[in-house]
């Protein structure tokens, strides 16, 4: 299975079964994942990580 598999199978299932609600709380997991991955090792960890 790609990643891209994933993709289209969750974008079906919001689009069968109308959970467009789901959305925007993906997306902002993704977002803050991105930046936690993203901001290791920088000057700006200490700061993010008294965010949690």
Do not use: D, H, N
């Amino acid at each position: 299975m790609s990643k891209l598999s994933i993709f289209r199978e969750f974008w079906l299932f919001l689009k069968q079964r109308k959970k467009w609600w789901l959305t925007p709380i993906i997306l902002t997991l993704v977002l803050l994942g991105a930046l936690i991955v993203f901001s290791q090792g920088s000057a700006l960890a200490p700061f993010i990580y008294t965010l949690f």
